[in-house]
């Protein structure tokens, strides 16, 4: 079992460019997260889904969109990059409801936006 | 906004010492997560507390929960190099199951 992957695990965008970041588990879980991780604040939850076809905002969706077209993979975009977006973006995924079980993490993708 | 605050922000101890952190939330909860992280790594989940518990243990690590004070506490017993790391307790914005993870306590355990 890989548990959770997560690509690239690095990247450097400019101002207005856009990527899509992959996170993929191999565990079956219906639920899949997405967060941002910045100095000082802890994690931030970007969007979650519940389950194929399903996406939901968090805390901080703005300027992000995801999409979990397969039940084994939650991608998030990011359509103009902003700098204020350079972060570490961590996905997870949990059986069900997150707080009912622990959640897998992935190891990270550091973005940085020039 | 961030549900749970770890406090302190930084704890600095010494090998075969024991090493406490607090994590305060703000709304009622389904259930309290500690996790780890190691630098440079994703998290690893330590412990689940539900809200009708109190206590739980595993291995050198206890956490207890106090409703009441809407608060929580990690305590590492004998604390080793290798637990040198943060430490996130996450809950769910008033039973939501939505998970919030606060700020962190930064533990370095001197050898």
């Known amino acids: 079992n890989a548990g959770v992957t997560q690509t690239p695990k690095f990247r450097v965008l400019k101002t207005g460019q856009s990527m899509t970041l992959l996170c993929a588990q191999d565990m079956n879980h219906e639920y899949m997260y997405w967060y941002r991780q910045d100095p000082g604040m802890g994690l931030r939850l970007i969007h979650y889904?519940?389950?194929?076809?399903?996406?939901a905002k968090g805390e901080v969706p703005d300027g992000y969109n995801v999409s979990r077209l397969k039940k084994q993979n939650f991608l998030l975009g990011l359509e103009s990059a902003a700098p204020s977006q350079t972060s570490v973006y961590f996905c997870?995924?949990?059986?069900?409801?997150?707080?009912?079980?622990?959640?897998?993490f992935g190891p990270g993708t550091r973005l940085t936006v020039t | 906004s961030q549900q749970g605050e770890e406090d302190p922000q930084a704890l600095s101890i010494q090998e075969g010492e024991n090493a406490t952190m607090n994590c305060s939330y703000k709304t009622s909860i389904n259930n309290l997560q500690w996790y780890r992280q190691n630098s440079g790594r994703g998290l690893v989940h330590l412990i689940l507390?539900?809200?009708?518990?109190r206590e739980k243990h595993s291995g050198r690590l206890r956490v207890t929960l106090d409703t009441s004070k809407k608060s929580s506490s990690l305590l590492i017993t004998a604390s080793r190099a290798a637990d040198t790391a943060s430490y996130f307790c996450?809950?769910?914005?008033?039973?939501?199951?939505?998970?919030?993870f606060g700020r962190g306590t930064s533990l370095i355990v001197h050898p």
């Open positions: 996450a809950t769910d914005l008033g039973g939501s199951y939505i998970p919030t």
């Open positions: 889904s519940v389950g194929e076809g399903t996406t």
């Open positions: 997870a995924s949990t059986p069900r409801q997150a707080m009912m079980y622990e959640q897998y």
């Open positions: 507390i539900r809200s009708n518990e």
